[in-house]
């Protein structure tokens, strides 16, 4: 009775669409979901498409529709509701089989799974899946971790459904248990750098200048046809010049200014910090995002400290052009610290990920879409100096042409009291990288003065030095 190549349990929003994906390249698909009734109206509503979807209304027919090795591809809720679903399915499954989690999993759950499924012979794929409704039906782009000869086995129908740049699929593999789950989750890290960005470009533009939502969504479609061209780029623009159908006023100026976050953005910065590493400008995005949840807060301190007075004066003059250049360059740099964190993360859990890989599945169909991908990945695959995309010829050069742009924004943001923290954090995280000596001598000093925790010498390279210290000699 086997019929089906592929099943898919979960048939919400990217589930639905991603069955039909399926079923549209031409592979049947078995489809199951908790809610019988709801599988009867996916079916009934799939047009053509239904000739390629099986509908089941049991896991134990979902099972026995499938062809072997059995692949089963789970979209449901991120956590408790994927062991549930995982713990339903290992009974009924044979050695060899695979379960593919294709929600947006914490790659540590996915450690654990892809373990705790190994000892019963089954395989584990967690896949992130990035691109929205839109992507997950007409094309996303996917990143696979867990068993490489269980991807394979799939892999055709991946490809086929996957995003495709000049025809090359955005669908990956990209190492162990939780590799692809890492990729997407630093994915969401970088998306959300670069919405905060977009966000501060039109807070600068809104409350610096005066500036409609119209003309500042006018702005990015302009920039969205050069060096910018991306999805949020694009997106940004449509949002600030879409009215709402109620107010007839900008839809932007009726959405109240607090982000939610399902967490991946999180996840970055925390498992960023557990490894050693601070990417800045995902940092402050998750920060900014954070802070926008505390309205009454931020209601009350614009009261409180409304007669500060501002050095509106002194702040530079930015162009649109500064903006545009300081926006690329700050951009660079969140990709910078994003592949840094792979970088380190893929030594830490010995993945041995390919990073122009991961930049070559973003290029389409994931929410951080962008012509420049396609550079990076040219740039990754060149080699990056000292690891850094900043220093990679093309790249350090575009951070040059926009770093005085950079400064002049943060500067003048500064100065008129506008907050920019993505801005800030990559502009700091620049003038850091090109400071051959930093202030950290003193922090050692300092370590060494209360802690005896030891210092290295500039000039003998001797480890393990101690002072003596000021006050140790005044009082000695
Ligand atoms: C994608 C997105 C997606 C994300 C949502 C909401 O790649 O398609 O990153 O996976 O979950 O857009 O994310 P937040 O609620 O964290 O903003």
């Keep these: 009775m086997a019929q089906a190549r592929i099943g898919l349990i979960g048939l919400g929003v990217m589930g639905a669409n991603l069955a039909l994906n399926i079923a549209e390249n031409g592979f049947p698909v078995a489809v199951y979901n908790r809610t019988g009734s709801v599988t009867d109206d996916y079916i009934a509503s799939a047009g053509d498409l ?65 373990a705790a ?19 997950a039906r007409h094309g996303p782009s996917i990143m696979a971790g867990g068993d490489k000869s269980s991807f394979e086995v799939i892999r055709d129908i991946l490809e086929a459904i996957s995003a495709k740049h000049e025809g090359a699929p955005c669908a990956d593999h990209f190492g162990p248990d939780g590799a692809g789950h890492f990729v997407k989750t630093v994915h969401n890290g970088i998306e959300y750098a670069d919405m905060q960005m977009i966000a501060e470009v039109y807070g600068l533009l809104r409350d610096g200048e005066g500036r409609s939502a119209a003309d500042i969504g006018k702005l990015f479609e302009t920039w969205d046809q050069g060096q910018l061209k991306s999805y949020l780029v694009e997106i940004s623009g449509k949002v600030l010049q879409t009215i709402d159908e109620k107010s007839g006023q900008p839809i932007v100026d009726i959405i109240v200014d607090k982000a939610g976050q399902k967490g991946t953005g999180r996840w970055t910065a925390i498992e960023a910090l557990s490894l050693g590493q601070s990417p800045s400008t995902i940092e402050a995005a998750v920060a900014a995002r954070s802070w926008s949840a505390v309205k009454d807060t931020r209601i009350a301190g614009q009261d409180l400290f409304a007669g500060l007075e501002m050095d509106t004066a002194t702040a530079p003059a930015i162009s649109d052009d500064d903006l545009e250049k300081a926006l690329l360059a700050a951009k660079i740099i969140a990709y910078d610290q994003g592949l840094n964190l792979l970088s380190a993360a893929s ?30 990945a040219s740039a990754v695959r060149e080699g990056l100096p000292h690891g850094n995309l900043i220093f990679a010829p093309r790249f350090a050069q575009r951070i040059i042409d926009g770093a005085s742009a950079l400064r002049r924004v943060v500067a003048s943001a500064s100065l008129q009291g506008l907050p920019v923290p993505a801005f800030a954090a990559a502009l700091a995280y620049f003038d850091t990288m090109r400071q051959g000596r930093g202030t950290t001598d003193l922090v050692q000093g300092q370590r060494d003065f209360f802690g005896a925790h030891g210092f290295v010498r500039v000039d003998t390279g001797e480890t393990d030095q101690h002072g003596p210290w000021a006050s140790d000699i005044a009082h000695s």
């Design 117 to 135: 499924l190994s000892t019963s012979g089954l395989n584990f794929i967690g896949m992130g899946v990035s691109g929205g409704e839109e992507g």
């Design 347 to 376: 030594d830490e859990y010995n993945w041995d990920l390919d990073l122009a890989s991961c930049a070559e599945v973003w290029r389409e169909g994931c929410i951080i879409r962008s012509t420049m991908l396609d550079e990076m």
């Design 50 to 114: 239904a000739k390629n979807l099986v509908p089941t209304k049991t896991l134990e027919q979902l099972v026995a529709s499938l062809t072997k090795p059995r692949a089963i591809i789970i979209m449901v809720q991120a956590g408790g509701p994927v062991d549930s679903v995982i713990e339903g399915l290992t009974p009924l499954l044979d050695k060899g089989d695979m379960i593919i989690d294709a929600g947006n999993a914490n790659f540590h759950d996915t450690r654990r799974r892809d």
